[in-house]
């Protein structure tokens, strides 16, 4: 598989395809934006039963239901999906402001009216304030720069700089690439999106350091003997096949996962499953190729290999 495949020599290749992936994911942020959940904007989540199993139509139905609805001013992006405990249970999310007692009241009505059956008598509503939304969001940026800075030192430590900065430059690849998968398909961005991202950190970075550890091995090998360009392809050429089938084996259990769950399950996976594949073509494609480009232009700063 891809045997006579160079690596780093047909990086020609690999450029091509994270421009193109870059290029997409910029227009992507440009015309269509984010789809900012209320965990980050702040709002109203109103859980009801309606009586009636929630489908998409359904969804569909509330969320216009609600934007039409002149007693809530029209400024309220909605989003309704079904509960994973009961079907028949709607999660209706607005944004971006706290609904007021007049409007929640105007909105259970305007529900009871379409769906005679909704319990309105136990319908829970949950308030986030902006305020707390803003706190999310600095959590989940800390939290994703402290995994990456731990990452670096690890990789500096464990073989040297230029690695580790080369492992960095993949991982901003991988969050890149999800970031662009939940612009286009305009998946909600909730507190989900920092299991997401840290699991595809942790995931991209533990495929990327088996690469460098066979790099490594072969630089104590071949010392002398070959190209760091070289020595970068006959590594990751001996451990593709294992990257590979640890993808595919990742992937049929995400995929099952996003085949059978609801909605909320599905926005989870699918990014996940897209960032696990990124995971694999950085690690594999763009990771070598950086490190050996690294090291043209920094002198290695690290461990040094002994014959």
Not at 23 to 30: D, H, K, N, Q, Y
Not at 74 to 97: F, L, W
Not at 264 to 270: K, L, V, Y
Not at 274 to 288: D, E, K, R
Request: glycine share 6%.
């Amino acid at each position: 598989m891809l045997k006579n495949f160079h690596f780093v020599n047909n990086k020609k290749i690999t450029l091509i395809i994270v421009a193109a992936v870059v290029l997409v994911g910029i227009l992507s942020f440009i015309i269509r934006g984010f789809n900012i959940d209320i965990d980050f904007s702040g709002g109203t989540e109103l859980q009801i039963n309606l009586g009636t199993e929630v489908t998409a139509q359904v969804c569909s139905d509330i969320n216009n239901l609600i934007e039409t609805n002149e007693k809530l001013g029209h400024e309220y992006v909605s989003s309704t999906a079904p509960s994973s405990a009961d079907k028949n249970v709607a999660i209706i999310r607005t944004g971006t402001a706290v609904l007021t007692t007049e409007q929640q009241t105007a909105l259970l009505d305007a529900i009871t009216a379409k769906y005679e059956g909704a319990d309105t008598q136990n319908a829970q509503y949950t308030k986030i304030n902006a305020s707390i939304g803003g706190e999310t969001t600095k959590k989940a940026i800390l939290s994703v720069l402290i995994a990456v800075a731990l990452m670096l030192v690890y990789i500096w430590i464990r073989f040297e700089l230029n690695s580790g900065l080369a492992a960095i430059i993949c991982l901003a690849h991988d969050l890149f690439v999800m970031l662009t998968v939940y612009s286009l398909f305009q998946i909600p961005i909730n507190a989900n999106i920092i299991a997401a991202f840290l699991t595809i950190l942790g995931y991209s970075i533990n495929a990327t350091i088996i690469i460098f550890d066979r790099i490594r091995e072969n630089k104590r090998k071949y010392n002398g003997e070959m190209d760091f360009g070289d020595i970068v392809n006959v590594s990751t050429h001996s451990t593709f096949r294992r990257s590979l089938f640890t993808t595919i084996t990742t992937l049929l259990t995400i995929g099952m996962i996003f085949i059978m769950g609801v909605e909320s399950i599905r926005n989870f996976a699918f990014p996940l499953c897209v960032g696990i594949v990124a995971g694999l073509f950085s690690s594999c494609f763009l990771s070598g190729m950086v490190w050996n480009a690294l090291n043209k232009v920094i002198k290695p700063i690290g461990k040094k290999n002994k014959k």
